[in-house]
């Protein structure tokens, strides 16, 4: 410990009434307070910042930036047993765990030392399997664990890792030394939390973190992220991939955070391929290779060719391409077989026969069952024991064996004699103890028990272990379980400096500021971009008709007219009322439906949208459903919406990385809005008022372009000008003349930036329109209704073309049908 | 040798897609792996549509398997081998002579020091795995077989028999999802079904039992002919100390013999499907398969 002496103050005599929460427990270990109860001096400088005089006002806004960081970042966690499968906003205490630089480096020590560890003893597990045949390993750890993976038996992995990310849980004994719970090797989660822990708690405590010197965690994703794109043969540009099990993962926000962070796309299982043993990437300008995979997708549901074939998240092929050593998967496929409680009480031997070592940090003192002596101890000691499932696929919840009476008890006993190497029995740790912030402005510090994760890296340059991670307390202060998923909360841990000259050399690490190369984004998330841009002009073009509808009820002649566009475009059901259609959600084509799958396509992109943007989206969607409830006037309703859908097309435009993605996002309103405008216009000229006064002007409130109508034309609403207006002005954005051309540019520009021949935009069908003698539309008799029934049939052409492009662009750049066969050819 | 038989087979596997598939790839299990009583004297692999990769690897469980990937789109996949394969007549063992049950499964677990090395490779076949979940269910439907000291074999055979006699052979009322469960309840399946069931009886009791997947001969026009022809057939192998692994077919109610061909075994039919495949695209698809094994000797 540290020597500077310091003035310790007792606790309870000095302070006002801060700590007077803060209840000792003798069974633990105290972060916070010595033996004597007086503050350990490494918290002194921290408890100084945080408790001056106005210590409420500082707990208050602490807590409430925090909270407010959360929201506005949208760091979410979800919830399984949650019905409605909602994210969760992450629970962080922003008052740190402190580590001091000397307890900080024994962890260090320990844990690489155990990745080495587990890295020599997966090489065996799936290699010439030494240790089971002396005796060392027992078969059942192995063969009966669903995470060893039979297929990979014999792969050496390219590099050499096994562990490219491990994880530990340590909790601190009452003896004040730090010990293993668990060991985290398939894919360990949270070091992304830790990151971003640490952003939020530096705005929070900006001068507590620099007058401590903190030591800063970002230098170990910079090594990560150069050992990932070190796999690339010759002359290639290495990719590397995030691949996650999707949106509704519990730890989705960290993938996509991760990603962000380290600069790699995130794909999920069908955004790539195995073709000819090499794994794909599939991207708006074709398949790319992908030589590294960080993987956050268990084991058993990689690879649905060899493994569990029910699954729809991995990627068929994958082990052939890892057998081959054409990708690096990180960490290598299988190594989820360590995640069993059952190898703790193995491993002080493991090491001693494969690395010559003692542990340096031991493990909580653990018994597998499957042996007898083991299993004899475990019934005898129950009340001081928890029993746990040996296999992660178990239906066994832990229990501390001294909560358990009677007939329960006799159930559990009946248990472990019939399969008894299916379960292990733990020594009950009585986790340490460290302050909390009291919630509600409260003052002061509550004390709650705290378990650490900590993080090792395969980096280029061997091991490193993060100075820093994730603490997590439990939500019931008087139980020893830290979960997230049963609503525990978290922390940052500040790990101290010794020495003035580390803190410098550490501070100098940058923050990786790497971005995903733009040609590298899945096509997948942008073709739910491209979705995006449709669906929200969809929503708008659909709203605004149905407004200038209901607005023209009092005229029976328009209102008729426009009830009938409405139920043929599908806005309300066939035999609905405008009036009621909001309220109608069963009708796919209508409004509401529309707004859903524009949340939906949202959700599937959430990872390119800003906070506020995604928040937009939410507001927006519940909002409406909140109007169509309470039976508000559906003009409100309308208005609300559309407002809305304003702001989101000003956040495409100001608040986006104007790359592909963002350009097919636009070609997508585009598409849309010509396809819409050319539609509801060639129904109006195949009608019988298509020259009505009334009806024109109905026609241009609904396509919002009354005002620049009375601008440029000073005649009373008229159809030539209208479809001058509309059709072929050059400057109006929703003309078609405009919009067709914007597409063909953007489609050049897509076709130039990716290299491809471009796709044909809508070139032959504008000429014919804008060559149209408009006028003479106008007119009565015959022939002027000829020639605008043959108007009518080309902007029906013009909109089925559009349809057509859509079709097109599609399967070009996100079904990959053409792609493939050209990728492959070569 | 004194009783060997020479069989030609023909395996034929049509799959009929409603659309078109982009891109497939295909595991094979078609060809008999030697064993000490049989040799594998020729095969051929035909395939269509024409296929961009076709390699030979051998499976972790020692069996012949083949990779194919078609990246052409097709609507029908057919996979037809024909094979030659001798087979030999296997000793007599008598079934008192084999451990007790109860030392048997003693043997196979852990005891804290170095393991036999047969107990090694059978401790890989006593675990729950996919198609096998360990149940106290299938230890008490079993219990009557396996009395106090019994030796393995009896006890195996005992059971064999029983599922035999409390089971109905139905094609086409269970599918590989059908969980053991229900077979259990419901006492119909396919050889499939019966092998699992039986696995699953031996494993609850910590011995080691696996899959074995191949084909049975055919004899149409006898009245006793054996159940299982015109498609592949499996059955399931016990470890026996001291003999080994022994083969039992719990759909005959018989010690295999020279009227089986192995093609490969592994944990459970998962292990060692004949086809199995990820296809892209296809829509819902017709399977036919049709086997032939005829003695020609």
Redesign the interface.
């Known amino acids: 410990l540290s020597e500077k002496p310091q003035v310790s103050v007792l606790a309870s005599a000095v302070t006002p009434g801060w700590l007077a929460a803060y209840v000792p427990d003798a069974r633990r270990y105290d972060e916070l307070l010595d033996e004597k109860g007086l503050i350990r001096p490494h918290w002194q400088p921290l408890l100084d910042q945080l408790t001056g005089d106005d210590a409420r006002t500082v707990a208050r806004r602490g807590l409430e930036r925090t909270r407010r960081l959360i929201v506005e970042n949208g760091v979410t966690y979800n919830v399984y047993a949650d019905p409605q499968g909602a994210d969760r906003p992450w629970a962080l205490d922003p008052v740190p765990l402190l580590l001091l630089a000397d307890e900080w480096r024994a962890i260090e020590v320990g844990l690489a030392q155990r990745a080495r560890l587990l890295d020599a003893l997966l090489a065996d597990i799936y290699g010439p399997q030494r240790l089971l045949s002396e005796g060392l390993v027992p078969p059942e750890l192995v063969f009966g664990h669903p995470n060893f993976l039979w297929p990979c038996q014999g792969i050496v992995p390219r590099g050499g890792n096994w562990l490219h990310v491990y994880a530990a849980d340590l909790a601190r004994a009452p003896d004040g030394r730090w010990w293993v719970l668990a060991d985290r090797t398939q894919a360990p989660s949270g070091a992304g939390y830790a990151l971003e822990n640490r952003e939020i708690v530096e705005q929070v405590l900006p001068e507590a973190i620099r007058q401590l010197e903190v030591q800063r965690i970002t230098g170990v994703f910079s090594e990560l992220r150069e050992q990932l794109l070190s796999h690339g043969d010759e002359g290639e540009n290495p990719l590397a991939v995030i691949l996650t099990p999707g949106p509704f993962n519990e730890t989705y926000f960290e993938h996509a955070y991760l990603s962000r962070q380290l600069g790699v796309p995130l794909a999920e299982g069908t955004d790539l391929t195995v073709r000819d043993d090499t794994v794909y990437l599939k991207t708006l300008a074709g398949l790319k290779r992908v030589h590294t995979i960080l993987r956050r997708l268990d084991d058993d549901f990689c690879d649905p060719l060899e493994l569990r074939s029910d699954s729809t998240l991995g990627i068929p092929g994958l082990i052939g391409a890892v057998r081959a050593n054409r990708v690096v998967m990180a960490n290598a496929l299988g190594t989820g077989v360590l995640e069993s409680a059952a190898w703790l009480g193995f491993l002080p031997r493991i090491a001693e026969r494969l690395l010559g070592e003692k542990l340096s940090v031991p493990s909580v003192a653990t018994w597998w069952c499957g042996e007898k002596p083991a299993l004899d101890y475990v019934l005898t000691h129950l009340d001081k024991l928890v029993i746990k499932p040996t296999y992660p696929n178990q239906r066994f919840e832990p229990v501390f064996g001294r909560n358990l009476e009677g007939e329960k008890r006799r159930r559990l006993v009946q248990r472990l004699r019939a399969r008894p190497y299916a379960y292990v029995a733990q020594e009950h740790l009585a986790l340490s103890q460290t302050p909390v912030w009291r919630p509600h402005g409260a003052l002061g510090f509550a004390a709650t028990p705290v378990a650490i994760r900590m993080y090792a890296v395969a980096g280029p340059s061997g091991t490193r272990v993060m100075p820093g991670g994730l603490a997590r307390v439990a939500a019931d202060t008087a139980i020893d379980v830290v979960s997230t998923q049963r609503g525990g909360g978290s922390k940052d841990i500040w790990v101290l400096p010794d020495s003035a000259q580390e803190a410098v050399a550490a501070s100098t690490v940058r923050t990786p500021s790497a971005q995903v190369r733009h040609d590298d984004i899945p096509s997948r998330l942008v073709e739910n971009l491209y979705w995006f841009g449709r669906y929200t002009v969809r929503c708008e073009d659909k709203a605004r008709l149905l407004r200038g509808t209901i607005a023209a009820r009092s005229d029976e002649a328009v209102w008729s007219a426009a009830s009938k566009f409405c139920r043929e475009l599908g806005v309300c059901s066939v035999d609905g009322d405008p009036t009621a259609c909001l309220r109608d959600d069963r009708n796919p084509q209508g409004v509401t439906a529309d707004v859903r799958r524009l949340a939906w396509c949202a959700s599937q992109v959430r990872t390119r949208l800003s906070a506020s943007y995604w928040r937009a989206v939410n507001d927006m969607q519940r909002r409406l459903q909140d109007s169509v409830a309470a039976r508000e006037d559906p003009r409100t309703a309308l208005d609300q919406l559309l407002l809305s859908l304003a702001a989101l097309a000003g956040f495409a435009f100001d608040d986006m990385t104007q790359d592909e993605g963002w350009r097919l996002l636009r070609v997508g309103r585009r598409l849309e809005r010509l396809q819409f405008a050319a539609g509801l216009l060639a129904q109006h000229l195949a009608s019988e008022w298509a020259t009505r006064q009334s009806h024109v002007e109905w026609l241009l409130e609904a396509y919002d372009s009354n005002r620049i109508y009375r601008s440029r034309y000073v005649v009373a609403p008229r159809l030539g000008p209208m479809l001058d207006l509309l059709v072929r002005d050059s400057e109006h954005p929703r003309a078609l003349a405009f919009q067709a051309r914007a597409i063909a540019r953007d489609l050049e520009t897509l076709a130039t930036s990716l290299g491809i021949t471009g796709e044909m935009g809508l070139d032959e069908a504008i000429p014919q329109l804008t060559d149209a003698k408009l006028n003479a539309l106008e007119a009565e008799g015959t022939e002027a209704e000829q020639a605008r029934r043959a108007m009518s049939d080309r902007l029906r052409a013009l909109s089925w073309a559009a349809g057509q492009l859509s079709d097109r662009l599609s399967l070009r750049h996100f079904s990959h049908i053409t792609l493939d066969a050209q990728a492959l050819a070569t | 040798m004194k009783g060997t038989v020479r069989y030609r087979i023909r395996h034929e596997t049509a799959y009929e897609y409603r659309n078109d598939v982009?891109?497939s790839?295909q595991?094979l299990h078609l060809v008999p792996r030697p064993t000490a009583y049989q040799q594998c004297l020729e095969h051929v692999i035909n395939v269509t549509p024409a296929f961009?990769?076709k390699r030979n690897e051998i499976?972790?469980?020692g069996n012949l398997v083949t990779?194919v990937?078609f990246?052409h789109p097709h609507r029908k996949l057919e996979v037809a081998t024909d094979m030659e394969v001798e087979v030999h007549p296997r000793p007599a063992v008598n079934a008192s002579d084999s451990l007790p049950w109860e030392r048997t499964a003693a043997e196979l677990?852990?005891?804290?020091?170095?393991?036999a090395?047969d107990s090694?490779e059978a401790?890989?076949f006593?675990?729950?795995s996919?198609y096998v979940r360990?149940k106290?269910l299938f230890n008490d439907y079993a219990a009557e077989c396996f009395t106090r000291g019994r030796p393995i074999l009896s006890c195996a055979q005992a059971l064999m028999s029983k599922l035999h006699t409390d089971f109905r052979y139905a094609p086409g009322e269970t599918t590989i999802a059908t969980p053991l469960t229900e077979v259990l309840k419901n006492r119909r399946g396919v050889c499939q079904d019966f092998s699992h069931l039986m696995i699953a009886c031996l494993r609850a009791r910590g011995l080691a039992a696996r899959y074995v997947s191949g084909y049975i001969r055919q004899i149409p026009a006898s009245p006793d002919a054996l159940v299982g022809w015109g498609a592949s057939h499996a059955w399931v192998a016990i470890f026996t100390p001291p003999f080994g692994w022994l083969e039992l077919d719990p759909t005959n109610d018989v010690f295999v013999g020279t009227d089986h061909v192995s093609v490969a075994w592994g944990?459970d039919f998962?292990?060692v499907s004949p086809l199995?495949?990820?296809i892209?695209g296809g829509g819902s698809h017709r399977l036919s398969v049709g086997v032939k094994v005829e003695a020609i000797q």
């Not at chain 2, 677990?109 to 393991?115: L, M, T």
Request: aromatic share 8%; no cysteine; hydrophobic share 25%.
């Open positions: 982009v891109h790839h595991l961009y990769r499976d972790t469980f990779r990937e990246d677990a852990y005891r804290g020091s170095d393991p090395r090694l401790a890989k006593r675990h729950e996919p360990i106290t944990r998962g292990d199995r495949g990820i892209l």
